[in-house]
């Protein structure tokens, strides 16, 4: 899970792309980086930590230029090591570039194989740096169906070929000297948005809540399978693949993911979000005093299946916002105490009652186990546990960081096994048909964490 932003022709690029990351730490709180071109030079400034903490006030006065490129990470292939920091930067014959990129590339682990037994040289342990070293050594001419513009002939026949070599999930943005280029893979497993403000700058993210704090519009989406470039010549998009895939799009995104307040898959996450809680209620009808949602995920799922059944929704655990990843020491004492120091129920509210706890999946169990303890000793007098996702049976591949499939509680037990381990009187997940439908299934869907439906391998 991580995010990218980008941002061509303004005065202001790096204060933009600071501004745009803070508005996709959700998706990543492990670094950030920010790449500026002042035309002719390309400049970095990297970090642990939230944006705030890895880029200071001072760096951005230093970070000057009118396009830039940014990353948020948390880790999925490469762990958290300072050296996975992205932006990437390289300098090659061609020139330089900077690449930021969310997912998760399926081969990179063979192509690096290969390319560092012909000698090529790793900095970082990250799947990204091998578009690096693709693109750099590249030497293949464009697809013949492809006529590129005058700016494109240089650069971009060694993207679409590293394009071509790999495999997996990638919503990537470059940063050149003059240009800005955004790339979403074929499947279109991430979002990725394009936006302008009514300055003429161009910008691209994650997700459209990045435009919101810029002051930008929504324009598009990237489309699956789109290298779009963006110079002073203007707004150009090349389609390098000839065959168009299934799309593939992120479920989880809408499961959990994205932010309510994003425009994603040109889609509102926040009523696709409450839509899959209507479903809910309808697949699973409960008799109870109150609809509590495990903050904050829980909460739209947990709003749509008040609406529906007409079951009041309490605020029944608060959650607290000021704990933060590296607050204390992962030891096993602590880790049993981390969710209260994330969530505690309001005694006034849980005592005496039926209550429909809403979440929005069960990974390892744990986590469940806790709060439904936390409830009965509140004196809950019966917890229904609902989920507004499917059974998460498998590991993902594309971008997400999912424990392995043995510490994939649903891998391991039936429903009801999980229902007696977590200690609920009642335990439903939201059928893999009612989350497609409430998601849109014409957009397609990659699924495989609920179905082991790997679209690519
Ligand atoms: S496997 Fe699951 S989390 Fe990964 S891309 Fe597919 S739906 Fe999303």
């Known amino acids: 899970m991580c995010g990218v932003f980008g941002v061509f022709n303004n005065p202001s690029a790096s204060k933009m792309t600071f501004l745009g990351l803070h508005a996709l730490q959700h998706r990543g709180q492990e670094s950030a980086g920010i790449a500026v071109s002042d035309g002719y030079d390309i400049n970095l400034k990297l970090g642990s930590g939230l944006v705030t903490k890895a880029i200071k006030e001072s760096d951005l006065e230093e970070l000057r230029g009118d396009i830039a490129i940014g990353h948020v990470r948390y880790s999925t292939a490469g762990g958290s090591n300072i050296k996975n920091i992205q932006p990437f930067f390289a300098h090659f014959f061609g020139g330089s570039f900077a690449i930021a990129h969310n997912g998760n590339l399926v081969n990179a682990r063979d192509i690096r194989y290969e390319l560092e037994k012909n000698g090529a040289i790793f900095r970082s342990t990250s799947d990204t740096e091998v578009f690096v070293h693709l693109i750099a050594k590249s030497k293949e001419p464009p697809p013949s169906h492809i006529m590129l513009h005058k700016n494109d002939v240089e650069f971009l026949p060694l993207v679409f070929s590293a394009m071509k070599k790999v495999k997996g999930a990638y919503s990537l943005t470059i940063l ?12 279109g497993f991430r979002p990725l948005v394009l936006g302008k403000n009514k300055t003429g700058s161009y910008f691209v993210a994650s997700e459209t ?19 779009l470039v963006i110079d002073d010549a203007g707004m150009r ?21 994205a932010r309510p307040d994003s425009l994603i898959f040109n889609d509102y996450v926040y009523g696709i979000r409450k839509e899959m809680g209507r ?42 916002h000021y704990v933060g990843r590296s607050f204390i020491q992962p030891t096993q004492e602590i880790r049993d105490l981390s969710v209260k120091l994330k969530l505690n129920p309001v005694k006034e509210v849980i005592e005496g009652k039926r209550i429909i706890v809403i979440d929005d999946s069960i990974v390892r169990g744990t986590t469940s186990k806790k709060i439904v303890n936390m409830l009965k000793k509140a004196g809950a007098k019966e917890i229904h546990m609902l989920i507004s996702s499917p059974p998460v049976i498998a590991p993902c591949y594309y971008g997400i ?9 649903a891998n391991q037990m039936s429903i009801d096994e999980i229902k007696e381990f977590i200690g609920c ?29 790997y679209p690519v391998l």
């Open 237 to 257: 998009s090349y389609f390098p693949f000839e065959h168009t895939e299934k799309a593939e799009k992120c479920i989880f995104e809408f499961v959990y993911f």
């Open 425 to 453: 009187d009642s335990l439903h997940y939201l059928s893999l048909e009612g989350m497609i439908e409430a998601a849109g299934k014409e957009k397609g869907f990659c699924t495989a964490c609920f179905t082991e439906n």
């Open 176 to 187: 050149r000297e003059k240009q800005l280029i955004a790339i979403r893979d074929p499947y």
């Open 279 to 320: 479903q809910l209620a309808r697949e699973y009808p409960i008799d109870a005093d109150c609809v509590v949602p495990v903050l904050d995920s829980g909460m739209l799922a947990a709003k749509g299946y008040s609406e529906e059944s007409g079951i009041p929704l309490e605020i029944g655990l608060i959650r607290n």
């Open 401 to 409: 960081d999912t424990p392995t499939k043995e510490e994939l509680i």
């Open 209 to 227: 809540c990045a435009f919101d704090i810029v002051d930008a519009e929504y324009l598009r989406d990237i489309k699956p399978g789109e290298v």
